[in-house]
């Protein structure tokens, strides 16, 4: 309890939140309070909250100017005027809205209102942890040239790797961008599809070496190979779905990937062999390590012991990048909290289902055209069996 002198010489601030404090106690309204003046506050206070003032413009008490400007909110504590600014606004409905919990003190509404803070705040870096940021890489002090879009985190390592050894072995899970990193890369380094410097060739059982090395028609016209073809030109090759080719076949790559700089040609009759160019320089990209199929990737062959040897130094594991995957959601950020919560559950119950990085902009597209999230989950895992669904509750997190 606070005696007349005391109350006079607390700011007018203070004394507006003890009023409020008071009026509470008292299941009184509160809203009052802030359009009343020094003077009436203290008389509340001092009459133990008897009778409620009525509402009335706030004046300057005609004081001395020490007095007058001890009444004005002192601008020195953000938490003080944050509070002032929070007690203003709830001072009708802290009732309804905190029923029981109402607060008694000063303190524990200062105490609760920081612990707010401090779980918003706590908020604010999870999002901010995987935000997008800008890019630059520098090979030897030399800053490369800005490429657009988004980057994934092994970008600079992996354009590192292939400005050191001009080869790079990009190995991941399906949807994780490696393809597209992959060519990020080689316009960093001066190729690209438009200028026709960058080859593509997709591994499949289907790949014969004359479509590697170049074949000859029934007429006798020789058609250059595509890697024949970047190996004599000094062209950047990218060689994707590495694990899909023959491992026989494949052997081919082995004059690519070594320091020979030679490639056997036998179909082309002129020029049964090229020379490395300088300027080549070679990418892979697999789902698996080289061993083989599995339940996850059922079209893969195991690739020759002679060939994974040559690529053991610019071997780099690619994951999914959350900085890229919350960014591909655009406004839709909650989209891409469901999508990893989903993909945590379907790693941590063993199921053979993949949520990649391409479901990201998907949802993006299906969020633009009026989908909720649950909505869009319903689409993902129609095929799921009920017992899968079961395992990840599906359910559940359609109604978070």
């Known amino acids: 309890m606070y005696d007349k002198h005391e109350l006079e010489a607390m700011a007018y601030s203070r004394l507006k939140k003890l ?28 009459h133990d909250g008897a009778k409620v003032p009525k509402a009335e413009p706030k004046t300057t008490p005609t004081t001395t100017p020490t007095t007058t400007k001890s009444e004005q909110p002192k601008a020195g504590g953000l938490e003080e ?104 890369c080689a316009k960093a380094l001066g190729f690209s599809k438009e200028d026709g410097t960058y080859e593509y060739l997709k591994g499949s059982a289907g790949v014969t070496e004359s479509h590697m090395t170049g074949r000859m028609t029934f007429d006798g016209t020789f058609i250059d190979g595509a890697v024949a073809r970047s190996f004599r030109n000094g062209t950047f090759l990218c060689l994707d779905e590495f694990d899909g080719f023959d491992a026989n076949t494949g052997l081919v790559f082995n004059s690519v990937f070594d320091e020979q700089g030679i490639l056997s040609t036998p179909n082309d009759r002129e020029n049964p062999f090229v020379m490395k160019n300088e300027n080549f320089h070679v990418a892979v990209a697999s789902n698996t390590t080289g061993d083989g199929s599995d339940f996850s990737y ?44 989903l993909r945590t559950r379907c790693e941590d119950n063993s199921l053979n289902r993949i949520v990649s990085t391409r479901l ?7 969020r633009l055209a009026g989908l909720t999230n649950a909505e869009f989950l319903d689409i993902i895992t129609t095929d799921w069996t009920s017992q899968e669904c079961d395992k990840i509750n599906l359910s559940g997190l359609k109604g978070e």
């Open 81 to 184: 005027l944050i509070t002032d600014m929070v007690m203003s606004r709830v001072s009708d409905t802290i009732e309804e809205g905190i029923g029981d919990a109402l607060l008694t003190t000063e303190s524990e509404l200062v105490d609760t209102f920081q612990e707010e803070v401090k779980k918003l705040a706590d908020k604010v870096d999870q999002k901010i942890e995987t935000l997008q940021r800008p890019v630059k890489c520098f090979i030897n002090d030399v800053e490369t040239p800005e490429i657009e879009g988004l980057k994934h985190e092994k970008f600079p390592f992996v354009l590192k790797c292939l400005k050191i050894f001009k080869c790079v072995w990009l190995m991941g899970s399906s949807g994780t961008g490696k393809s597209y990193l992959i060519e990020q």
């Open 19 to 46: 009023a409020i404090i008071k009026a509470k106690q008292n299941k009184q309204k509160s809203s009052w309070v802030q359009s009343s003046n020094k003077n009436a506050l203290i008389n509340f206070l001092l």
């Open 298 to 341: 059922v079209g893969r062959n195991q690739l020759d012991l002679a060939t994974l040897d040559r690529l053991q130094a610019v071997k780099v594991n690619i994951d999914y990048d959350k900085n890229v995957e919350r960014a591909l959601t655009g406004e839709f950020t909650d989209l891409a909290d469901v999508l990893w919560d």
């Open 360 to 366: 990201f902009l998907s949802g993006q597209k299906w």
